[in-house]
């Protein structure tokens, strides 16, 4: 299975916010309980404030696959090699 990393486009918006919210949710569920996590996804990983994000003109966005599977992102923002 070959791993391959790509530069997101506008066009990933909703499956960059889609892959947000389930790492999170995969990540920190077991120390929540339901209502607690679907409060904090609703607040802090909104599926519309996500996309804003990802089609900001400062930041940029990479996608990782696995077989053609997305399976993460990494964010950083222009300037931040510099």
Same mark, same amino acid.
């Given at each position: 299975m070959p791993i391959s990393?790509?530069?997101?486009?506008? !066009?990933?918006?909703? $499956? %960059?916010?889609? $892959?947000s919210r389930k790492t999170f949710s995969e990540t920190f569920g077991y120390l929540n309980t339901k209502e607690n996590m679907d409060k904090f996804l609703n607040e802090q990983f !909104?599926?519309?404030?996500? %996309?804003?994000?990802?089609?900001?003109?400062? !930041? %940029?966005? $990479? $996608?990782?696959?696995?077989?053609? %599977?997305?399976?993460g992102y990494a964010k950083m923002r222009h300037g931040d090699f510099s």
């Open positions: 990393i790509r530069y997101a486009t506008e !066009n990933d918006a909703e $499956l %960059i916010a889609d $892959l !909104n599926r519309d404030k996500l %996309i804003s994000e990802v089609t900001g003109p400062d !930041n %940029i966005f $990479l $996608l990782v696959f696995d077989d053609e %599977i997305p399976v």
